[in-house]
């Protein structure tokens, strides 16, 4: 029995420790994947595939190769480039470079690469030189220098991303150093019927690589060529001094001219506002005279009215005059002709009376009467009265009678 059970507890212990030893085996074998990073695993029996997410794998004792999932590639060695012209210079920069997704493509990739130093060294740089150096075919130092860098950039780039561009020889006009113009053929990017430029194949495409960023950090041109171009410079700005110059001294005399314009036509507005207010004024006048005139005529015309109405007037006065007239008269006449004026003759009698009376009252009187006669004074006198009312009773037609 006691065999039994050590031959039992044998076994136990032995695959114990063999899981033990399995265990060790595993995880001494086992991978971590990074983030930003991908692994290429290449198992024992040949089989390989790629860890893209981050985490735990086992490569079960075969190999890994490590890639970062985009690559940055620095160009500081200054590569050398040459221009249309025969200039030269150097150019520096980076260049970040996406790997593909696609297991299929990675490791296709890897096969050809085999490491991340291999990826730069045989596919990265060599393309990266070859497209700066197309690039700088495709145009002058002067050109490169002044205004084609932003132009530069983009077709490096272009040409990287998408494969070298397929170009065509063009005729070109050129200056020489000794200032003489000559024709010369050059590249020209070529263009499909739609206008786009085409590309040869790329390794790039055929990887399923994708440039992400691509800049130039460093540009340099050779003596002679900074020296051709500041020599050209200075001259284009002579001429550009003299023609700005030349066009200053027109610009000059156009501004005089038009100054001269200018005060010609301030001149003649300020005759024009002469005339036109004395025109206004003027106006003004004769609006006032006739203004005038008419008001004249209206007080004319309303004078001769009211002569006419006080003519009528006078007229009608002068009738209703006349008529009142002749009515007293008519009035009086009948008066008379009915009392045969008796009222006029007792007022004129009375009148007369009175002034008898009056005189015969303030009469101067002797006190002593000389005379042989036997008459009275005073008889007389009512005798001269008495002939006196006769005489006035006869002119005035009375009869002072009492009548019964």
Same mark, same amino acid.
């Given at each position: 029995?006691?065999?039994?059970?050590?031959? &039992?507890?044998?076994?136990?212990?032995?695959?114990?420790?063999?899981?033990?030893?399995?265990? #060790?085996?595993?995880?001494?074998?086992?991978?971590?994947?990074?983030?930003?990073?991908? %692994?290429?695993?290449?198992?024992?029996?040949?089989?390989?595939?790629?860890?893209?997410?981050?985490?735990?794998?086992?490569?079960?004792?075969?190999?890994?190769?490590?890639?970062? !999932?985009?690559?940055?590639?620095? &160009?500081? +060695?200054?590569?050398?480039?040459?221009?249309?012209?025969?200039?030269?210079?150097? #150019?520096?920069? %980076?260049?970040?470079?996406?790997?593909? %997704?696609?297991?299929?493509?990675?490791?296709?990739?890897?096969?050809?690469?085999?490491?991340?130093?291999?990826?730069?060294?045989?596919?990265?740089?060599? +393309?990266?030189?070859?497209?700066?150096?197309?690039?700088?075919?495709?145009?002058?130092?002067?050109? $490169?220098?002044?205004?084609?860098?932003?132009?530069? /950039?983009?077709?490096?780039? !272009?040409?990287?991303?998408?494969?070298?561009?397929? %170009?065509?020889? &063009? !005729?070109?006009?050129?200056?020489?150093?000794?200032?003489?113009?000559?024709?010369?053929?050059?590249?020209?990017?070529?263009?499909?019927?739609?206008?786009?430029?085409?590309?040869?194949?790329?390794?790039?495409?055929?990887?399923?690589?994708?440039?992400?960023?691509?800049?130039?950090?460093?540009?340099?041109?050779?003596? =002679?060529?900074?020296?051709?171009?500041?020599?050209?410079?200075?001259?284009?700005?002579?001429?550009?001094? $003299? @023609?700005?110059?030349?066009?200053?001294?027109?610009?000059?005399?156009?501004?005089?001219?038009?100054?001269?314009?200018?005060?010609?036509?301030?001149?003649?507005?300020?005759?024009?506002?002469?005339?036109?207010?004395?025109?206004?004024?003027?106006?003004?006048?004769?609006?006032?005279? #006739?203004?005038?005139?008419?008001?004249?005529?209206?007080?004319?015309?309303?004078?001769?009215?009211?002569? #006419?109405?006080?003519?009528?007037?006078?007229?009608?006065?002068?009738?209703?005059?006349?008529?009142?007239? !002749?009515?007293?008269?008519?009035?009086?006449?009948?008066?008379?002709?009915? =009392?045969? /004026?008796?009222?006029? @003759?007792?007022?004129?009698?009375?009148?007369?009376?009175?002034?008898?009376?009056?005189?015969?009252?303030?009469?101067?009187?002797?006190?002593?009467?000389?005379?042989?006669?036997?008459? =009275?004074?005073?008889? =007389?006198?009512?005798?001269?009265?008495?002939?006196?009312?006769?005489?006035?009773?006869?002119?005035? &037609?009375?009869?002072?009678?009492?009548?019964?």
């Amino acid at each position: 029995m006691s065999d039994i059970m050590s031959k &039992v507890g044998g076994k136990v212990v032995g695959g114990v420790a063999i899981g033990i030893a399995v265990v #060790v085996l595993l995880f001494s074998t086992m991978g971590i994947n990074d983030n930003g990073y991908r %692994t290429v695993v290449q198992l024992p029996t040949g089989t390989t595939f790629v860890k893209f997410t981050p985490g735990i794998y086992f490569p079960l004792m075969g190999t890994t190769t490590v890639y970062p !999932d985009v690559v940055t590639t620095g &160009v500081n +060695e200054g590569i050398t480039i040459r221009y249309q012209d025969g200039g030269t210079g150097s #150019v520096d920069g %980076t260049v970040r470079v996406s790997l593909p %997704t696609a297991e299929d493509s990675m490791l296709t990739l890897h096969r050809a690469v085999r490491s991340e130093a291999g990826l730069r060294e045989k596919l990265l740089l060599p +393309e990266i030189k070859q497209a700066l150096n197309l690039t700088s075919g495709l145009m002058t130092s002067e050109e $490169a220098y002044a205004v084609k860098r932003n132009d530069y /950039a983009f077709y490096a780039e !272009d040409q990287l991303a998408n494969g070298k561009y397929i %170009t065509e020889l &063009v !005729d070109k006009t050129v200056t020489t150093s000794e200032g003489k113009s000559q024709t010369v053929q050059v590249p020209q990017i070529a263009l499909d019927k739609e206008g786009t430029k085409l590309h040869h194949g790329s390794p790039f495409a055929e990887y399923s690589l994708k440039v992400v960023g691509f800049q130039i950090t460093e540009w340099n041109f050779e003596n =002679d060529t900074l020296t051709q171009i500041r020599e050209k410079r200075s001259a284009e700005m002579a001429i550009i001094t $003299a @023609k700005a110059n030349a066009n200053k001294a027109v610009w000059e005399q156009k501004q005089i001219k038009a100054d001269g314009e200018k005060e010609v036509e301030r001149v003649r507005y300020e005759e024009l506002q002469i005339a036109e207010k004395a025109t206004i004024v003027a106006q003004r006048v004769q609006d006032v005279a #006739v203004i005038g005139a008419q008001k004249e005529v209206l007080v004319n015309e309303e004078a001769e009215k009211a002569a #006419v109405v006080d003519v009528r007037t006078a007229i009608a006065e002068a009738k209703a005059t006349k008529t009142r007239a !002749d009515a007293e008269a008519y009035a009086k006449k009948a008066v008379i002709l009915a =009392d045969g /004026a008796l009222t006029q @003759k007792l007022a004129t009698y009375v009148k007369a009376q009175s002034v008898w009376a009056d005189a015969y009252a303030k009469r101067a009187v002797p006190q002593f009467v000389m005379g042989s006669g036997s008459g =009275d004074v005073n008889n =007389d006198a009512s005798m001269f009265q008495s002939m006196l009312q006769a005489m006035m009773a006869k002119d005035l &037609v009375l009869d002072t009678s009492v009548t019964k």
